[in-house]
């Protein structure tokens, strides 16, 4: 069984930061790209960032400059730390991701999500 589990979540001021955390658990062989969604209420969820297991990374335009993603890939974790937050990034952020793992003899391939973490940027 794999899981992906998201962290960090929270409210707070504009121009404040946060951390968010997703790690991947199970019988995991490899997992390749991960992301960042979010979703703010009554819009459609849309691709943050990316990182591929090399460490390429891609933005959204309206994240550049501000948010940064990265990854463990010894803990199977990626992060997106978010600086000069902005009341427009308020919305529930999920995590994504491709993971190769094994299931008795079969190795087998399978996209999954976190659970979402909500983010407010508030004052």
């Known amino acids: 069984q794999v899981q992906l589990v998201t962290s960090g979540g929270g409210l707070v001021q504009p121009g404040g930061s946060l951390r968010l955390s997703c790690t991947a658990s199970?019988?995991?062989?490899?997992?390749?790209?991960m992301a960042w969604y979010r979703q703010a209420p009554e819009k459609q969820r849309e691709l943050v960032a990316t990182?591929?297991?090399?460490?390429?990374?891609n933005y959204a335009d309206a994240v550049k400059g501000r948010f940064t993603i990265s990854r463990d890939n010894a803990k199977n974790t990626a992060y997106l730390q978010m600086n000069s937050l902005k009341p427009e990034d308020t919305a529930a952020y999920y995590c994504?991701?491709?993971?190769?793992?094994?299931?008795?003899?079969?190795?087998?391939?399978?996209?999954?999500w976190g659970q979402g973490t909500q983010v407010t940027v508030s004052s």
């Open positions: 199970g019988s995991i062989f490899s997992v390749n790209t």
């Open positions: 994504n991701a491709d993971i190769i793992y094994d299931r008795g003899s079969r190795r087998l391939r399978n996209n999954y």
């Open positions: 990182v591929t297991s090399s460490g390429n990374t």
